[in-house]
């Protein structure tokens, strides 16, 4: 059997939390991956554009001291319900800082996990991102 590319999807994170892997469930996995990496396949893995929430998860706090979530129309973090045990907060990707913020991200991540690829999300299966009703100033506004 050709196996010549490893997709790792959000059940492989540890809480389903992006830039993470579950070292319990998946015990082994970076050395796999090395391994599996100088056989000439791929691994690519899937982020899903979310955070969690305060002090329980560094890309969190890294994303918090930038100010590089949505906002909904009062200012605040706009919320949401995906995959993670906690509400998500999102990354807004038309702040020009965001970009420079996930690639430290990927970068960290990479030093713990190789990968030669990733498929970034924010909806998946043409759902809607978040599983519960968000506030009524959904309508979000740029990050400062």
Same mark, same amino acid.
């Not at 043409?126 to 009703?133: A, W, Y």
């Given at each position: 059997?050709?196996?010549?590319?490893?997709?790792?999807?959000?059940?492989?994170? &540890?809480?389903?939390? @992006?830039?993470?892997? =579950?070292?319990? $469930?998946?015990?082994?996995?970076?050395?796999?991956? %090395?391994? +599996?990496?100088?056989?000439?396949?791929?691994?690519?893995?899937?982020?899903?554009?979310?955070?969690?929430?305060?002090?329980?998860?560094?890309?969190?706090?890294?994303?918090?001291?930038?100010?590089?979530?949505?906002?909904?129309?009062?200012?605040?973090?706009?919320?949401?319900?995906?995959? &993670?045990?906690?509400? @998500?907060?999102?990354? =807004?990707?038309? $702040?020009?800082?965001?970009?420079?913020?996930?690639? %430290?991200? +990927?970068?960290?991540?990479?030093?713990?996990?190789?990968?030669?690829?990733?498929?970034?999300?924010?909806?998946?299966?043409?759902?809607?991102?978040?599983?519960?009703?968000?506030?009524?100033?959904?309508?979000?506004?740029?990050?400062?």
């Amino acid at each position: 059997m050709l196996w010549d590319v490893q997709w790792n999807d959000i059940d492989f994170m &540890n809480r389903r939390l @992006t830039f993470t892997y =579950d070292p319990i $469930n998946f015990k082994g996995l970076p050395e796999f991956v %090395k391994v +599996f990496m100088k056989r000439n396949a791929l691994c690519r893995n899937v982020c899903v554009s979310n955070t969690e929430e305060p002090h329980t998860y560094a890309p969190y706090d890294d994303d918090a001291k930038l100010d590089l979530f949505l906002k909904d129309v009062n200012g605040s973090d706009l919320e949401a319900k995906v995959w &993670n045990v906690n509400s @998500t907060v999102f990354p =807004d990707f038309s $702040n020009p800082n965001t970009s420079s913020y996930w690639a %430290k991200q +990927f970068t960290d991540f990479h030093s713990k996990l190789q990968f030669d690829g990733a498929w970034l999300c924010s909806k998946r299966h043409k759902k809607e991102t978040s599983f519960h009703n968000i506030s009524s100033n959904f309508c979000w506004t740029r990050s400062t």
